[in-house]
């Protein structure tokens, strides 16, 4: 912890990022990701891996804790008759059992797939069915309610084991079972044939299928998009290349580890390079549980760094003016040391020593209520970013690094390094793969090992997704500077074409506008149209503050969104994001979103994005209504 400190205290010195060095070594050897577990066990034995906190006490496990509890769940699996080949799906939120479940079915020989905890049952189905799901391990009694609905719908699946038998303890049924039970299961098994498991994962090939990442299906069905072994370990060692970590780093675990962004960038890169990963109590908890962590290394979507900059300028409008006045002095000097590093400019010694004052009056206390008071650096990928936002965290003393990649390959495929950081843009192509624009249309290519295997199940969209040379068609359009760095412009077919001619890419204005602390999402619309309007979605916590203190009067969170005020203080947003565009590109009306919005809803993506074509359908009569 104390060399940690210390590391935070240095990494505040903005104009030296020495401590950011990628690093090209082999951590672990291991060419599947279950032989590099296991290598990985052997290596690092009693010392700490995983932390999770539980009736508000952290308790940790170590490698050896861990592949105990892999080694009783493999072999259970194969006392169930768990072929290699066969596939197990997760349905969780993010958890200790999440990951042993995983790296469990990998040891097995098997496919390991991921579900998000806020599908509804006959999603469950889709997945399950499709990816012909054999045994499926679900966290609670809420989630087994999903998988009984729809069971008899899978001949395939043979059992059902739970995590968490809370509420469950009459439970009786022959297909159903507890994870502590399976456990045991797994114990009698190993104990009658001794390093079986281990064989079964000494034969899997680097080419076999490991896991099967199902996209949100924004566009139609999901499609479980493959990745291999070779794929997956190749990426892992590659991460490293861009954003370095080690054993003695701390990480935190809260983004759904059916997603590409925590399972890749999350557990598969801490299993490789030994950091220590914090899994949170609940979402609701992030907040207050990453002030308890203090990660040193943190990756999380726009959004949540969105709302920690939210909540620092709302407590800035309570703070009183003394406060306001340190804070505005200190943020400038960040901000003028920021331009000097971002331009390549040598820092002034006068700067330095301001910049020192300047956290010690306020910065350090900024970094502590977020709880990047010890982080050497924070990674933001899955949706584009506000460059103001990066520079805001850059002037605290913490850079923001922002990667780009997309689940079809291994996450990350560009990353800006701590050396050249430039807002806006994604970086350059990531050293392990290759990366052009599609000379015709501006679409970003990708082309490596990293790539995935292809849509099971669906040869058609593959062949759609990858040419004849090997490039990935990501359906992303950019641009790339002299430097090789490139930006992400828009979605190809998110991008508007006014009835004037004129092109918009809609993303920029929605990070603007998102930007502030009112405004937690965004849709632009306007194609074919004579001019731009918007729907909102209101940051409610930070706006029913606003009219508490103002003493405007609702009820519930609709008539908070009707409420006069309420439109106004949006206006004024619309108002500061109109003036950085022409007149063309300015947004005329728009009108907020009435229903409060959870994952749950068909509405916003896994990763709490608006689903554009969906809003677009959906309230097409109020969009209608904005150009009447």
């Known amino acids: 912890m104390e060399e940690k400190e210390e590391l935070a205290v240095n990494m505040g010195q903005l104009w030296d990022l020495s401590h950011i060095q990628p690093r090209t070594e082999i951590v672990v050897p291991g060419e599947t990701i279950s032989a590099m577990f296991w290598e990985a066990v052997a290596k690092r034995g009693n010392t700490t891996w995983l932390r999770q906190k539980q009736l508000g006490i952290w308790r940790s496990h170590s ?54 905890p806020t599908d509804a049952a006959s999603q469950v189905h889709y997945l399950c069915e499709d990816s012909r799901t054999r045994l499926l391990f679900v966290e609670d009694d809420e989630q087994l309610d999903k998988a009984l609905q729809v069971r008899a719908q899978l001949p395939a699946l043979t059992k059902i084991v739970v995590f968490d038998m809370e509420g469950l303890r009459g439970l009786d049924d022959p297909d159903v079972m507890s994870l502590a039970a399976l ?129 620092v300028m709302i407590a800035l409008k309570d703070a009183s003016r003394l406060q306001q006045a340190a804070y505005g002095w200190s943020i400038a000097v960040g901000q003028r040391i920021a331009d000097d590093v971002l331009a390549g400019r040598p820092v002034a010694a006068a700067d330095k020593a301001r910049f020192r004052i300047a956290r010690w009056l306020a910065l350090d206390n900024v ?77 970003l290519l990708v082309r490596g090992p990293n790539v995935f295997m292809g849509y099971l199940n669906q040869p058609e969209k593959t062949a759609e997704a990858i040419d004849a040379e090997g490039w990935l068609h990501t359906g992303d359009v950019g641009t790339v500077d002299a430097e090789g760095y490139y930006r992400i412009t828009d979605r190809m077919k998110d991008v508007i074409i006014t009835a004037g001619g004129k092109n918009i890419t809609p993303s920029e204005l929605e990070n603007e506008l998102k930007f502030s602390p009112y405004i937690t999402d965004a849709v632009v619309i306007g194609d074919r149209r004579a001019y731009l309007t918007a729907i909102v979605m209101i940051d409610q916590e930070n706006v029913e503050k ?36 022409a007149r063309v590109e300015q947004i005329k009306k728009f009108f907020l979103l009435e229903t409060q919005l959870s994952a749950e809803d068909e509405e916003l993506t896994p990763t709490m994005k608006l689903k554009r074509k969906l809003i677009e359908k959906k309230y097409a009569e109020r969009i209608e209504a904005l150009y009447r």
């Open 367 to 443: 970094r502590k209520l977020i709880g990047i008071h010890r982080a050497r650096y924070l990674v933001t990928g899955a949706a584009p970013i506000s460059p103001d936002l990066v520079r805001w965290y850059l002037a605290l003393g913490v850079p923001m690094l922002e990667v780009w990649g997309m689940t079809e390959t291994c996450g990350a495929a560009t990353g800006v390094p701590a050396a050249r950081m430039k807002p806006g843009s994604i970086g350059p192509a990531a050293n392990f793969n290759e990366v052009r624009l599609d000379p015709a249309t501006g679409e």
């Open 183 to 311: 456990r045991e299961r797994g114990r009698a098994h190993a104990a009658a044939h001794p390093g079986l498991l281990e064989q079964r994962a000494a034969a899997c090939r680097p080419e076999d299928l490991a896991i099967l990442v199902y996209t949100s299906g924004t566009t139609g069905k999901p499609k479980g998009a493959m990745h291999s072994h070779r794929a997956l370990v190749y990426a892992a060692r590659g991460y490293n290349t861009l954003v370095a970590q080690d054993a003695t780093d701390e990480r935190m675990c809260f983004l759904p580890l059916c997603h590409i962004a925590e399972r890749m960038g999350g557990e598969y890169s801490a299993l490789y390079t030994g950091a220590k990963l914090n899994f949170v109590e609940n979402p609701e908890t992030v907040p207050e549980n990453v002030r308890e962590i203090a990660p040193t290394v943190f990756t999380a979507v726009p959004r949540v760094w969105e709302k920690f900059y939210s909540g």
């Open 63 to 116: 490698w050896a804790a861990v592949a105990q509890g892999v080694r009783e769940i493999g072999h259970g699996l194969l006392d169930l008759g768990f072929a290699p080949g066969d596939t197990a799906s997760i349905l969780s939120n993010t958890v200790v059992d999440w990951v042993l479940a995983d790296l469990a079915v990998l040891s097995a020989g098997g496919v390991a797939n991921g579900i998000y």
């Open 546 to 581: 606003f009219a508490q203190d103002a003493d405007v009067p609702f009820s519930n969170y609709a008539s908070l969104t009707r409420s006069p005020e309420v439109l106004a203080l949006i206006q004024q947003e619309f108002d500061r994001v109109n003036a950085k565009f």
